[in-house]
């Protein structure tokens, strides 16, 4: 596998629809990213979308692996490979927000992401389907951030 920083445009939108299901809002930020990949001859593993939003500080906005390759290790590898990518391009601080429960969230916080801010009602306010994982209604929204300095 090989992990590599690529043009957003030629990462293929099925598998970004993986973690953003809102077609129209992925073509909203995506040329506006940083992109980066886990590819294996030729075909796209995993990818990951980052919005730099100030001098020293970045976005993720969408981190996917293709269904049949999940926990198989790859997103770890892509995220950790991506901070270390961004902190080479002298971000010092990465924020994303998700789920307040779930695998999503553990995945996040065993790379060391810690919780700065609960928005109340953000799944119910912004989206326009009930989104419901493990039988439970997503409500609240969990903004993490991560230290690259640390
Ligand atoms: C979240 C995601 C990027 C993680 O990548 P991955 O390669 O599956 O994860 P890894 O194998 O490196 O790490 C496994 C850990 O990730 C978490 N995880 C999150 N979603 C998972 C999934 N669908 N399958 C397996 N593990 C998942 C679990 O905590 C798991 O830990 P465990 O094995 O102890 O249960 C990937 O599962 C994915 O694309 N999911 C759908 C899109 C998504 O939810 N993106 C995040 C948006 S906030």
């Known amino acids: ?47 990951c979308l980052v919005l730099p939003d100030r001098n020293d500080a970045a976005e993720i906005l969408n981190l996917a692996v293709i269904p049949s390759k999940q926990g198989q290790g790859i997103g770890t590898a892509l995220l950790r490979w991506t901070l270390e990518q961004l902190s080479a391009k002298g971000i010092h601080r990465v924020e994303l927000g998700t789920g307040s429960f779930g695998p999503q969230l553990t995945f996040y916080q065993r790379l060391g992401f810690r919780v700065t801010q609960v928005q109340r009602d953000y799944f119910l306010t912004h989206y326009a389907e009930p989104l419901f994982e493990q039988g439970i209604q997503h409500r609240d929204r969990l903004w993490l951030s991560l230290d690259l300095a640390e």
């Open 1 to 47: 596998m090989e992990l590599v920083e690529i043009s957003p445009s030629q990462l293929p939108m099925p598998l970004l629809l993986e973690a953003d299901p809102c077609e129209e809002k992925i073509r909203g930020y995506i040329n506006s990213c940083l992109g980066f990949a886990a590819t294996q001859d030729g075909v796209y593993l995993g990818a």
